[in-house]
Structures are given as C-alpha cells and as structure tokens.
C-alpha cells in the first residue's frame, strides 16, 4: 500500500490549496478515506473523511473546517482530494492522507492502518 500526497505549500490568509493522495496496492473505491493534520505540538486529527463504495456516498468535517473544505474521490484515478477554501493561520500543519480498515466513514487514529508521509500547509501573509 503506498499512498502519496500532494499539494502543499503557502497560501495566503482567505487563499486557496488542493491536496491531491495517489493511492495504490489495494483496491482504493472500497475503504473509507481521510484526511487528518497534525499542527507542532498538537495531536494528530481528522480534517475530513468520505467513505468508501457500499457505504455510501457520506461525508465528515470537523467543526472548524465546515463550509471550507471539501474532500472528493475519485475512484477510477484511484485519488483523494482535499480543496481547502478561506483558508486561516490555524489550518497550517502537515496534512496527512489516510486509508481506513473500515467501509463507513471513521475519526479516530487507530481506525486507519495506511498513512502517507504528509505535506506541508502554512497560512501566512
């Protein structure tokens, strides 16, 4: 399983980012899919979620990302998105894509078992 992010960088308070995660080794439209990010000093936490073929075509945010950020997959690309909108300082961290051992969408740490290594976002002007 390798899963391989992309998209980071710096952005401008109120700008705009697409992270972009190529998975490959397993069959990508089956699990469910997240992103997480982890600020220095901070614990690691789920951004957003979509879940995978037979569970739906649901959807997660956390509160503070609601309205701004929209995750998509697309399942023939075998790629999972994260467009981030209005963006603010508080949402620089590294961001990290993630594949579930479940179907249904999940939000804790221990419900994934792939990580890719993490691209940087920082919001500063």
């Known amino acids: 399983v390798q899963l391989v992010e992309s998209g980071g960088g710096l952005a401008q308070p109120g700008g705009s980012l697409r992270l972009s995660c190529a998975a490959s080794?397993?069959?990508?439209?089956?699990?469910?899919m997240g992103w997480f990010r982890q600020a220095p000093g901070k614990e690691r936490e789920i951004v957003a979620g979509?879940?995978?073929?037979?569970?739906?075509?649901?959807?997660y945010y956390e509160d503070s990302v609601k309205g701004r950020f929209t995750i998509t997959r697309d399942n023939a690309k075998n790629t999972l998105y994260l467009q981030m909108n209005s963006l603010k300082p508080e949402d620089t961290a590294l961001y990290y894509c993630?594949?579930?051992?479940?179907?249904?969408?999940?939000?804790?740490?221990?419900?994934?078992?792939?990580w890719g290594q993490g691209t940087q976002v920082t919001v500063s002007s």
């Open positions: 993630a594949k579930s051992t479940y179907v249904f969408i999940r939000r804790r740490v221990d419900e994934y078992d792939y």
């Open positions: 979509v879940s995978g073929s037979g569970g739906g075509s649901g959807t």
């Open positions: 080794g397993f069959t990508f439209r089956t699990y469910a």
